[in-house]
Nanobody, 127 residues
Framework: QVQLVESGGGLVQAGGSLRLSCALS????????MGWFRQAPGKEREFVAA????????AYADSVKGRFTISRDNAKNMVYLQMNSMNAEDTAVYYC????????????????????WGQGTQVTVSS
């Protein structure tokens, strides 16, 4: 059974930075495409970033491109999301998700294509 645990959320001022971490246990981490999604109150879950199994491919939502960076450490079973120049629109619960399939440009941005997800971590940006 795969478990995902996010950490690193909190309150930050506009223009500030946060680094989210996600630990995967229960299966071989390097077998999964990893994604970050977020959900603001009253809104649907939306794609933030994704990374392929060997970090060869990365993808970002237009709204975070140039500000957020996704990375992974397969030796530590961890995926990270470095968030810089944050603004109020980044306020949401952030979810780490794992997809046991192969990297696909048609699937990495859709949460329904992922097999597992964590309980989320709250990120609040004050303006």
């Amino acid at each position: 059974q795969v478990q995902l645990v996010e950490s690193g959320g909190g309150l930050v001022q506009a223009g500030g930075s946060l680094r989210l971490s996600c630990a995967l246990s229960g299966r071989t981490f390097s077998s999964y495409v990893m994604g970050w999604f977020r959900q603001a109150p009253g809104k649907e879950r939306e794609f933030v970033a994704a990374i392929s199994r060997t970090s060869s491919y990365k993808a970002y939502a237009d709204s975070v491109k140039g500000r957020f960076t996704i990375s992974r450490d397969n030796a530590k079973n961890m995926v990270y999301l470095q968030m810089n120049s944050m603004n109020a629109e980044d306020t949401a619960v952030y979810y780490c998700e794992a997809d046991g399939g192969f990297w696909s440009s048609t699937s990495y941005s859709t949460s329904l294509n992922y097999d597992y997800w964590g309980q989320g971590t709250q990120v609040t940006v004050s303006s």
